[in-house]
């Protein structure tokens, strides 16, 4: 059987429905002028993606846990972070621990047929959290209960809890520390810069691994000597190494213009440290963090769009609970 092979027509080429009931717009020039139009605010994420990996590179790397939730399309986008965490991104490397906590469909379903939907993940979290995992909740309109619910009993359990969402504000970057927003009215367009987030956070922890694994090891250059609280207590000496090979502790593991505009962050093995460019707060260097009932970083820190901190917009007075978002729900 002969196969003819397809090729693209020009740009601006008729669209074949365009003769059909209802039509008359090239569809595939709509969906990527929306997806262009949220790309510009979404390059100011890299900062926050580098230091989430970097922080998740010391956690995973040191035996913590990260657990995923998300509703149907952004469930299947928590499940693939998992899997290239507990698998690998590209090159061989440790199985680090990720849960997503959707695919355990007999815990589930048991729940939420004892408990209520609403408690499906919260109940997991707590099952499953320890003070210090962290918590990723991916919800495109950000008003999902059950990951509400979640993001309230992982803060409860002593979990760091983050977010990917739609455009904020909305419920689920009020209750979680920190959120990276996509900042498209349609919820496609976020869910396909949710899953460009993942595979750069996932190369984040990659990238940063080396210098997490050499602490670990007691790794140190010659000459080079330990600054006092950065290493555990149990390791003698502690050093840490940029990828590339051994190093000083505090070395960078963010390598220097690996995304634009992201400040390389140093790896800190501190227990419960946080990685935070010095000198400002979670989400956005250099920005001031708010006096406040939290310490600095634990208050919710939008990016993308803007940068919130203890639940109001930095320019803005009270919000609505939720500005809502195109297309379905997730």
């Known amino acids: 059987m002969r196969r003819t092979p397809v090729r693209p027509g020009p740009a601006g080429s008729p669209d074949p429905l365009d003769g059909a009931p209802g039509a008359g717009r090239n569809l595939l020039d709509e969906h990527l002028a929306h997806l262009a139009a949220a790309l510009l605010p979404y390059r100011e994420s890299a900062g926050l993606l580098a230091r989430w990996g970097v922080d998740l590179a010391r956690h995973l790397g040191l035996g913590g846990r990260l657990l995923v939730a998300g509703n149907g399309g952004s469930a299947a986008e928590a499940q693939h972070l998992t899997a290239e965490l507990v698998g690998k991104l590209r090159d061989d490397r440790e199985p680090l621990s990720a849960i997503a906590l959707h695919a355990e469909t007999s815990a589930v379903t048991a729940i939420a047929n004892d408990y209520g939907y ?16 962290v918590l990723l909740l991916m919800s495109t309109s950000g008003s999902s209960p059950n990951l509400i619910t979640a993001a309230r009993a992982g803060r409860d359990t002593g979990l760091r809890c983050w977010a990917f969402t739609g455009p904020t504000p909305n419920p689920l970057a009020d ?30 922890v990659d990238r940063a691994l080396p210098a997490v694994r050499a602490a670990r090891s007691g790794l140190l250059a ?35 213009g690996l995304a634009a505009g992201a400040a ?3 790896v800190d093995l501190t227990p419960g440290a946080t990685a935070e460019p010095a000198g400002g707060a979670p989400g956005r260097a250099g920005a001031p963090v708010n006096a406040g009932d ?37």
């Open 118 to 133: 609403e408690q499906a993940f919260a109940r997991q979290v707590r099952a499953h959290g320890r003070p210090g995992d």
């Open 175 to 204: 209750a979680c520390h920190e959120t990276l927003a996509i900042d498209s009215p349609d919820s496609q367009v976020v869910q396909e810069l949710h899953l460009v987030s993942t595979h750069l956070l996932c190369e984040y």
């Open 222 to 256: 010659v000459g080079d000597t330990a600054p006092a609280g950065t290493a555990p207590a149990d390791t003698a000496p502690a050093g840490t190494a940029p990828a590339t090979g051994p190093g000083p502790v505090g070395a960078e593991a963010v390598p220097a």
């Open 264 to 266: 390389a962050v140093p």
């Open 294 to 330: 939290e310490p600095a970083g634990a208050g919710p820190v939008r990016t993308g769009v803007e940068v919130v901190v203890e639940g109001r917009p930095a320019d803005r007075g009270t919000r609505p609970a939720d500005r809502g978002t195109r297309g379905r729900r997730s």
